[in-house]
């Protein structure tokens, strides 16, 4: 009998702390721009949700032996010392919509184009558990982007990372977006999430897949330069969520990062004024695991569905070897390198086919895809390795062979030359390029 009442208690006890009737409140005691060190909170737990003087919402980002440390992702006021602060008790969760496709939306489940919170929003992670390798297959289908230098040379298949990097004005986003725009009727479902833009740049991305018919299938999940950093910090991985969200329902979902050197600036940020210890370049020594753990989630899942990631990162003065990009990679499954002087010489997109690798390859292509790509590729490398040298010696004297051969790559690289939303079929590409190399 006593052990029934006690179950009867318990229960009763659980329903209590289920509805938040039980608090467990701090107060303030410090505030560095948008981190809260808090007093008084001895229950609480990493990531645990807390609001703020009523108004302000957060979690908790660092326990320390007498205080926590509060990130703010929410404020509509100012934060004072002394104000109260209360433990939720449970972890904190973005807000998605799956009615928000077609939109450009936050975290908080927000429309950013009307500032209207959707109705049908549910709690989601902002980090699953790690996927079991077990559970995962390998990466074998083609990711049609309808850009020869891709599809063609370097091919991405549906569960591979593949890195986009070069310097500003390379047309890295651009390639991004003709690749969300070559998925029209391929069933696939797209990420757009662009890390510390402005809210026109964003619009401007929305409008143009808007008038392409690609937003039908997009979510834009932005955190605008305006926003709060660890908003800005938290976003990636709660695309990472929706995408995961839609990958167990056996969709193939294409999630581009727009860009991660951005994100490791918003954590290193953040984790300066947390107070913790600069390594390398001011970043925190946790920063290869910060994006290893994110773009570890894109994979071939056994249920059919997949998750491709195109994380983009920013470089100066044409340098790949900086601290974030040799970090990512090392985690990607390649990289395709943007020229800044292919750019200025009108050669779109402005690939530097030198550098760019794809560490899956053939394994993603159809087979006459293959088969010709592997010809296009190798003569291709071997007209750029040679063609400054030739281009200064007289045509005419040239074996018929060699001049033939310069020619040939010639036209390769002429072949390759796109404009932004001009998508090919493969049926094109092979039609296009077995007459090249069969001239």
Known sequence: MSQYVENIIQEKMDKINSKGNVYEVGRVIGVTDYIVEVSGLIQVSFNEKVVIAGHSIGYVSLIRRNSILVSVLQSDNSIFIGDEVIATGEPFHAKFSPSSMSHIVDIFGTDRMCDEVFDDCIDIEVENPTIPIMDRRAVCRPLETGIAGVDLIYPIGKGQRQLIIGDKKTGKTQIALDAIANQKGKDVICIYVPIGKVKKNVKAVYQELQKRGAMDYTIILAALNDDLPPALFLTPYVAASIAEYYMMQGKDVLVVFDDLKRHANVHREISLLSGKVPGRDAYPPDIFYVHSRLLERGCQHKCGGSITMLPIVETKGGDITGYISTNIISITDGQLVMSKKNFDK??????????????????????????????????????????????????????????????????????????????????????????????
């Open 346 to 439: 009108g050669e779109k997109p402005a690939i530097q086919y030198g550098l760019s690798v794809s560490r899956l390859g053939g394994a993603v292509q159809e087979k006459e895809v293959k088969k010709l790509g592997a010809r296009v590729r190798r003569e291709l490398l071997s007209y750029l390795d040679t063609r400054e040298v030739y281009e200064l010696a007289n045509v005419d004297e040239m074996a018929p062979e060699m001049k033939k051969k310069l020619f040939r790559g010639a036209d390769i690289l002429k072949g390759l030359k796109q404009y932004k939303f001009a998508g090919r079929t493969p049926e094109e590409m092979i039609d296009t390029f077995t007459k090249i190399m069969d001239e």
